[in-house]
């Protein structure tokens, strides 16, 4: 286990200060390598405190995506495995079933989770299976340089859609959420924007019904984050968080699609005060 | 005579061979199956194809049965990558298919020997190239053998010739597939698969018995540190060592060889051919000795590694060698390499799904061959 | 001793079932055996056909060219296997299918009425063993014992109330061939 003085950079001895946030124990010291104000960060902080917060650090088998978050295995004090670009779905299936007793999510940006993945995506869904989805949707895909995303906005500039997106050619956006909604497998489905303290809350609240409809066997559960780009989008972090709030928003609702877990009778104690303090 | 170059049997082997069972008509892709369900196989994920589809569809029964996994998937490029979920978590896993469906499996399985998992995929080879059509073909050779999807790799092949080989041969693939942590293929065709044969093939199996390994990615549990399976190293330094790596096991892997050869010992002409090409061959190199032409049989059973050694020594005292597949020419490529001029190698193959019948091969190895 | 025969008709005629059967006769008699159907578009209501191999050898190839027993039961099966019958072979055709004479030199021609015999015995369904019992009348390929044992076996899995009325036609078609056998023969005395 971490202590506090593990965390913290300081030259000071650990009595003179109370410890007010430290890094989840299950995420390691690898300092993150995504571009600044890109949420994955935070992204990567609330699936540690998760696992952290259930208690799963023992029994996670985390499936990392191909893309930005390629390397997500590196921040992880868990067991991770990569997926080929889609195919986590598949491969977190194998394993869930193999020994249903594993808590095991996947972490799926959106071209590997609706595009090349949507085949998987689709049917892990339809099957119900008991996997927790972390959908990181920034509607771009931000590794390989910029291109268009089956998520990337109508008339969004991208390096493959120099003259923005035209639907006509290219299609529509995928709401992923809505789409999965249909299929009674799933068994929480939610978006969230993570654009304030408030939303990441939310996205707390959100993730612990996924994570709850896999260790209650209930089904699937997915949680959709509007995340930024702002390297890709060529806008400042700032900047890319208002345009999540004032445009992405308008073509990806936020909210709860599917909701057949369960209220839990009393939050884990501490859960809401001990986070928040990361963004 | 079946030579094996590494002794003893695999403990999966001797599992499968015990106890031997009364003997009863069995369809080679039903042992294909069984041979799987008594191999050990945990889990299994596989989706329709002819002409393999018996082999999930008694799956289906046994592994649920069993308290194993089966799972039809959604494609076989899903039940590729469920393999290689259920593989690196330390599970015994397994997928069938015939060949379009396992060119869908080549950048998943590119993944395994990336990440040095052991899987065993079986391939109940078509007539291609495309659609192509369900009639029995051995044009995946360089598939399988070769590797097949991107990247230096290769992968254990294991060709049955009957249906108790098809029961047999699961259990060495996946023994030989964990001892070097690569994939492991049966590479069988649609005869094979479709035929009937008296068999030992029991309708009882030996519990599992769990093997812990120190690498696997299934949980952490007591563990110290965790584990990561993934095959992504970008320092191209890091890469080229996990290169060499893999190309040492394939070198170790070489003691691993299996053929079997009949009428060898004063054979002036050796007929090198694999699975259901070696039965037709057999009857041809039958007859021709009952004409009084020396003609004898080697057929590999391990693919890969491929019996060289024993091909090159041949070379240097027959007149010649006559080559058969169900292909256009893939197999000989390696009996070429082997014999490396010592003496003439020659070809014949059908593709499509036509059969030559013995008849046929009888004249033609005998004209290739005439003084 | 090797026998290779080859069994063609309409799907739905039974064909590979009796394929089995020989297969399943010639395991019980410790000999080897290979049934190797063919399939595909012609399971669903064309032609199929199944070879099948038994030999006291280990057998090579599961397939031949030449065949020493060709079972035809039907008009298309006769036409195209008819040739295919080895020299010193024997040619079964199901006379109730096929109306067309067939001679040639050197083979054992027999027509059997199949589905009348089936018919007699009060199931239209078992003209395929019929045939299967000619097979045994015509050559003693197989002791008739072998086939009744693989009768009870492989239709007893399913359909152990038909197992009697089957060994019924084995008998019948055994019969039915031996008749047409001795018939002949008389035949060649009276011709010389």
Redesign the interface.
Known sequence: MHSCADNLVTDTPDDEFECVAHRPNSMSDKPLHYCPGCTHGIIHRLVGEMVDEFGLLDRTVGICPVGCAVFAYEYFEFDSIEASHGRAPAVATAVKRADPRRFVFTYQGDGDLAAIGTAETVHAAARGERITVFFVNNGIYGMTGGQMAPTSLPGQKTTTSPGGRDPALTGHPIAVCEMLSTLPGVAFAARVPLTSPKNVNLARRYMRKAIRAQLENIGYGIVEFLSTCPVQWGLTPIAAMKHIDADVIKVYPPGVFVDRVPDARAAPVGAETDAGSST | MIVTTRQPVSTSERAVRTPAPAKRLVKGNEALALGAVAAGAECFFGYPITPQNEVPEILSYWMPKLGRVFLQAESEVASINMVYGAAAAGHRAMTSSSSPGISLMMEGLSYIAGARLPCVIANVMRGGPGLGNIAPSQGDYFQAVKGGGHGDYRCIVLAPWNVQEMYELPALAFDLAERYRMPAFVLTDAVLGSMLEPARVPLEFPPLVRREQDWTACGRGNRAHKNVVHSLYLDPEVLSAKCEELQATYRRAACEVRFDERLIDDAQVVVVAFGISARLALSAVSALRRRGEKFGLLRPITLFPFPSERLSALAKRVRGMMVFELNSGQMVEDVRLAANGACPVEFFGKMGGVLPPPEELVEVFSKRFAR | MKEEVLIAGFGGQGILLMG?LL??AA?QEEL??????S??PEMRGGTANCTVVFSSE?????????YSVVIAMNQPSLERFAPRVRSGGVLLVNASMVPVPYEREGITVLYIPAAEIAHDLGQPKVGNVVMLGSLLGARPALPIGAVEAAIRTVIGRKHADAIDVNLSALCAGRDAALERLTNSAADAVAAH
């Open positions: 089995q297969a399943e395991m080897y055996a290979t049934w190797f159907p399939y595909g280990e057998i090579g190839s599961p397939i031949a060219a030449q």
